[in-house]
């Protein structure tokens, strides 16, 4: 053939309404792990400069937790630590070969666990927010 | 139907060699003839079912832009996705192309991607579909012509893992049969199904980005041959060698698309999982 047509990659997540269970695990895992990842830099480069005594300290912690957007925020990465867990440990019995028949159902669970973990978080982390 | 239209062909090409016109003339009379049929067979049928089709052929200018055709064909009880394409070829547009052969799921070369889904052709019925039906050829591999794609890195691929049997340790007497256990039979039964029709490559998102992948197939047809004790240890190491290596097993990351579209129902990943278990087995030492 002289010549042929390459469709290429564009097209794949134009397809998102077609994606699997599993395919959503994968893209929710590898998200919530950049997410994790790019809030422990954050993490520890704000607390490293705030430490440099207890006053400054408590008042960079006191100035964050004033924002509302923090609280939310918190809300947030809580819903996707918890989510990369839950996913994870399903991860891990699809490693060890258990219960591969039920790998979307254990990924639904993942997504049930981590919408209850998250609601139930909302009243510690945004008690007196408002 | 398609083989009567070709035989009729070849019989009008023999007598009339040397008259091009009225070869000519009589293939448009043909070719009338199919579509009065084909508006008998639409307007007798209580259903028709509208079918989109990709289309690109790039010896032909003009057809070098892919688009899609929209065909109009007559639905009847148990039809599949690939007898809707030989009714919209044979009786609305003979360039129209694409593979079949057993029609019965068994030769592996009608794999499209219908409705957003590789399939195989002559393996899904109609009514199982949303209507109009779109009917594309495989994602991720070069397109030749309509719904013709490529498949040469596919083979390249199986061919890597050996896909045949090897052994040292011979039975004794010329004649005498290797047998395998039941148990064993059991254990790559549903690996030996394999039809190299690539549909689990082409719904593969890593194979799609690591064109060295070996992929679901060719992975599940080196587990078909390790698995089997009958190749015994060495000819195990040197296939756990192959598939072990950077493009091989590791790349996968679980997904289950490849699982999810197998005509045959192989559990590619439980298989592919299965291997690199075996690899880091055959690699840790505690001593
Ligand atoms: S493993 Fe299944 S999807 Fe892949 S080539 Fe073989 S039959 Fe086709
Ligand atoms: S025509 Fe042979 S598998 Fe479909």
């Known amino acids: ?130 | 139907m398609s083989t009567q239209v070709q035989e009729r062909e070849t019989d009008t090409e023999a007598e009339e060699t040397s008259d091009q016109q009225q070869r000519r003339r009589s293939e448009t009379g043909e070719r009338d003839d199919m579509r009065e049929r084909a508006e008998t067979d639409l307007s007798e049928a209580d259903e028709t079912v509208r079918i989109k089709v990709f289309r690109y052929d790039p010896e032909v200018e003009g057809k070098k832009d892919p688009r899609f055709d929209t065909f109009e064909v007559p639905f009847r009880k148990g039809m599949t996705v690939l007898d809707s394409l030989i009714y919209a070829r044979d009786h609305f547009d003979s360039s129209l192309t694409f593979r079949h052969s057993c029609r019965q799921a068994i030769c592996g070369s009608d794999a499209l991607f219908v409705n957003g889904r590789q399939r195989l052709g002559c393996k899904t019925q109609m009514v199982d579909l949303e209507w109009p039906v779109r009917i594309e050829p495989l994602p991720h591999a070069e397109v030749v012509k309509d719904l013709v794609v490529d498949m040469e890195h596919f083979y390249d691929q199986m061919e890597a893992v050996e896909p045949y049997f090897q052994t040292n340790d011979l039975p004794d007497g010329e004649l005498e049969e290797q047998r395998q256990t039941r148990e064993n039979r059991e254990k790559v039964k549903m690996s030996t199904r394999c039809i190299w029709c690539s549909a689990c490559m082409s719904s593969c998102n890593i194979a799609a980005g690591d064109n060295e992948y070996l992929g679901p197939a060719a992975i599940n047809k080196a587990y078909r041959f390790a698995m089997d004790k009958r190749e015994g240890a060495d000819i195990k190491e040197h296939r756990l060698n192959i598939i072990e290596q950077e493009h091989g097993v590791w790349r996968c990351q679980t997904q289950f698309s490849c699982t999810e579209v197998c005509p045959k129902d192989i559990p590619l990943t439980e298989h592919i999982q299965e291997l690199k278990r075996e690899a880091v087995k055959s690699n840790l030492k505690f001593w």
Do not use: C
Request: glycine share 10%; charged share 10%; proline share 1%.
């Open chain 1, 1 to 130: 053939m002289s010549q042929s047509y390459d469709r290429g990659l564009i097209e794949d997540f134009g397809r998102w309404q077609e994606f699997s269970a599993g395919m959503w695990a994968w893209i929710f895992h590898k998200f919530t792990g950049w997410v994790l990842i790019g809030y422990l830099f954050t993490h520890v480069a704000v607390l490293s400069t705030a430490t440099v005594d207890g006053a400054t300290y408590t008042q960079t912690l006191q100035g964050l937790e004033s924002l509302l957007i923090v609280r939310f925020l918190e809300v947030g990465l809580l819903a996707v630590a918890a989510f990369h867990i839950l996913n994870g440990i399903r991860l891990l019995f699809v490693d060890l070969g258990v219960g591969l028949e039920a790998q979307d159902k254990a990924f639904y669970a993942a997504l049930i666990g981590t919408a209850a973990i998250a609601v139930a978080s909302i009243p510690t982390f945004l008690l007196g927010a408002f």
